[in-house]
């Protein structure tokens, strides 16, 4: 049984979608006017990841992702290049799609634009002023009236008293009420615009996605997600928007993923620790990339630094290392003990962290076949780790390639933990034992590779690093 932590209440529960067997999804996407950073990766491998399990679960999986591409972002973008802003866009779309590829990340069912969507936008905003939840302001603008709808708030735990304390009024304001956020934005003269009821404008960036949300999946669909940097005030927003406008629940169950920071800091421009995919692709193999950000439950934050990317890449390249030399049974039975660990970690919450741990407890197995001579259990386990693997995105390379690529990351490419050395100069000396040179070769190749030196002595083999 899946259990998923609901942002709305704060609690884990059972997961059951409202149309058994179908699930539906929408995640926030990306504003496209620059390239994606690396905070981006982590958000889309959590949310590919959980749609790779919600499918390995058995569900149908109908994943919307939108794109907003357009903003005050770039139509400044645009105008600073002197280029039009779907020149912008496109450049930004492809680079994004690049991107996210390289990472691995499935492409969604469907892929939104805002400006594709005007119409329902539009629709939805009328439907707002209409009951009165939207107004039309002095300068022209449409607002959403924030004090007109009574739970806002409950998803971030934020009570409007405190929020009003707090809201800066900025002069030359034509807001009713300093929280109240626009829906419609008058066009300034040379900026993009479409017609609507109150004149020539853009959508604000909220309505879009409670709009193309509620058009292709429903006003009560089953899980929202994006970063908890959209948990307030964008999500709370949309929450405010569909629920007004439909009379529904609009989503189900809330899932927000936590902040990335850069060696324990706040990525950010102007700190100088912004990392665009991109930039750190070509040293980081994008595996990596995906293993490092499964290492951390997802709605923790998680810490980007040389080290934890180094522990990634040298717990991947032990699974690679356990699955060369072994031709996986791939008709085998596939509910080996390891396989109940990972389902179980995955069911809890996506507890990705216990799930690799579930891999590398495979890997050892997978050793210890290996070393014992037993092929057909070694390629049973192997089949085991691939099918699990490929839930996380993981291990779809061919060892030996994998492994024969040197690794960019310093020093990683000795960074087996002593335990598999142990393990893997045991396995060594029983197949000496048993008079099994190919295969005490084969390991000891396999150490020397990994830049360990064994040495036999006439009580044993010792091992020590190069
Ligand atoms: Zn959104």
Redesign the pocket.
Known sequence: MLNIHNSMGGLKEPFQPLEPGHVRMYV?GITVYDLCHVGHARSQVVFDVVRRWLQASGYQVTYVR?ITDIDDKIIERAAREGVSWREITARYIEAMHEDFAALGVLTPDVEPRATEYIPQIVEMIGTLVEKGYAYVAGNGDVLYSVGAFPSYGRLSGKRLGDLRAGARVEIGEHKQDPLDFVLWKMARPGEPSWESPWGAGRPGW?I??SAMSVALLGDHFDIHG?GLD?KFP??EN?IAQSCAACEAPFAHVWMHNGFLNIDDEKMSKSLGNFFTIREVLPRLRPEVMRAFVLSSHYRGPINYSEEALRQADAALKRLYLALRDVAPVADGPMAGEWSARFAAAMDDDFNTPEALAALQGLARALNTAKAAGEREEAGLLAAELCRLGSLLGLLGHDPGAWLSMASSLAEAADDLADDVIDGLVAARSEARQRRDWAESDRLRAELDAAGVIVEDGPTGSSWRRK
């Open positions: 926030c939108n909220h879009e996605c994006g959209l964008h999500h949309e």
